[in-house]
């Protein structure tokens, strides 16, 4: 499991190992110790087989690259001053493993307040070309900061944003507003394999001056052309509810979701947790997301293809090694079903465009009946007491709904997703049973959402019902 996810990360697996032999050995002692570490630090962000088949599904190089955008302000290290050069190597050194395991980041930053004795400071808008020094000085720095860490950089100063003046006399610094981006220089970086750090100054070749320019805003307007996998704000000293507040009243943020690709996320969080944005933690990121659009088929030429049906069933294996595609995918032939789906119609690979996928059978029942013999074990801890009555009974449940397959994206249990497919499958099914093995990680998701269930002790799994059933 852990070779092909080593491989996307560009690291040796045991079949490749053999490539250190031709360096020196103290060519040998760097790359394997920076490796075991880039390992160390992945396998410290994964807790469940969803998690790998997520980081396959999303960082296949087929993909083709997957960007994060980074935007970097003087809101985005903890103060004191003093500690700015020590918080941007850990940034430097997070933005090194993002770039490893196959999240390129884009960096645009703006004035970072570092010691800078060299460059005077005064008030007032005399300060603007001081200003703008402190902007590109920063830019070198930073650029320098990540090539000590082993990964290649191109400062970006100047070149890719266009501005004008948003000022209207009264600022105290000439602060400038994006008009229009060009992106060759960032391309071409990550092209051959570099790291852009981008300055966050626009130019006006009408007025001929460079402004200085919001990196938040730049970023949104970044976004809305490369049309990353992750747009990340960071920023200092904010709780995760306070973050979630702010995204909820901030019209600019959802309006910047709705032009985003599917699965794109917008993230707000420390730069101190940048390396969780492989699998945000929910604890540490308030992540908003364009709601996916559910779509439904009730046969297979539904699908976008029969190969992006198949990448999206290979994605749950992992987790259910009880399905066998091919059995299913003949049964889907043959036998009456809806399925529910979102998919990134934009993808580099047709076949990874569905992501989500639910199945649910439409003539179904539940593969046993129950009995008085039944232990009373095997029912009472899961039976709630308002169906005490007919787990009792000599009765069949039947002639409901299967829902065969819930394969949800980890993230996507998070941030609504995962309740947006449950409400849609609810709207086309009055009752519905399926069952989870007891160790299933979205087992408490499922109870509070169950009409009832019932544990089957030898199967090791709970059978659960929606809806009435009787």
Not at 194 to 209: F, H, N
Not at 277 to 297: E, G, M
Not at 298 to 310: G, K, N, Y
Not at 363 to 382: E, K, M, N, R, V
Request: hydrophobic letters at 40%; charged letters at 15%; a negative charge.
């Amino acid at each position: 499991m852990l070779a092909p996810l080593l491989g996307l990360c560009g690291l040796p697996t045991r079949a490749s190992w053999g490539y250190l032999s031709v360096q020196s050995s103290r060519g040998q002692r760097f790359c394997m110790h920076t490796n075991r570490g880039i390992i160390t630090q992945l396998l410290h962000l994964i807790d469940s087989t969803q998690h790998i088949q997520q980081y396959l599904g999303q960082f296949h190089p087929s993909q083709g690259e997957s960007l994060a955008v980074i935007a970097l302000g003087p809101d985005s290290l903890s103060p004191p001053r003093t500690a700015v050069r020590e918080q941007l190597e850990q940034l430097a050194d997070s933005l090194a493993f993002l770039r490893r395991v196959g999240l390129f980041p884009v960096v645009v930053h703006g004035e970072l307040d570092l010691d800078l004795p060299s460059i005077s400071r005064v008030e007032g808008p005399n300060d603007q070309p001081n200003r703008l020094c402190r902007i590109r000085t920063t830019n070198y720095q930073l650029s320098a900061l990540l090539e000590q860490q082993d990964v290649e950089t191109r400062p970006i100063s100047s070149g890719i944003f266009t501005a004008v003046s948003e000022s209207d006399g009264t600022m105290s610094y000439h602060q400038g507003h994006v008009t229009d981006i060009a992106t060759q220089g960032i391309k071409s970086a990550i092209h051959n394999g570099y790291i852009p750090v981008v300055a966050a100054l626009g130019t006006s070749s009408a007025e001929s001056r460079t402004y200085a320019l919001d990196p938040h805003d730049a970023v949104a307007q970044l976004a809305r052309v490369l049309q990353p996998l992750r747009s990340i704000f960071l920023v200092r000293d904010a709780s995760p509810s306070s973050l979630s507040a702010l995204i909820a009243t901030s019209p600019a943020m959802h309006d910047l979701a709705r032009e985003l690709r599917p699965r794109a996320s917008i993230m707000l969080g420390e730069a101190t947790a940048l390396r969780s944005t492989i699998f945000p933690d929910p604890a540490l990121w308030t992540v908003l997301r364009n709601p996916p659009i559910v779509q439904s088929a009730t046969s297979l030429q539904d699908f976008p293809s029969r190969e992006a049906l198949r990448t999206a069933l290979q994605r749950h294996v992992i987790s259910n090694g009880a399905i066998d595609i091919d059995a299913l995918l003949t049964q889907l032939e043959t036998r009456d079903f809806i399925a529910y789906f979102d998919h990134d119609p934009i993808s580099s690979a047709p076949e990874q465009t569905v992501n989500n996928l639910a199945l649910v059978f439409t003539q179904a029942s539940f593969p046993w009946q129950f009995a008085p013999s039944l232990p009373s074990g095997d029912a009472a801890a899961y039976a709630p007491r308002s169906m005490a009555t007919s787990v009792e009974q000599d009765s069949i449940i039947g002639n409901i709904s299967e829902l065969a397959l819930f394969s949800i994206f980890h993230l996507d249990w998070h941030n609504g997703v995962a309740e947006r497919f449950w409400d849609r499958i609810r709207e086309d099914h009055v009752s519905l049973w399926g069952s989870l093995a007891e160790t299933d990680p979205n087992l408490s998701w499922w109870l509070t959402r169950s009409s009832g269930r019932i544990k089957r002790q030898l199967e090791g799994k709970i059978y659960m019902w929606y809806g009435p059933v009787t």
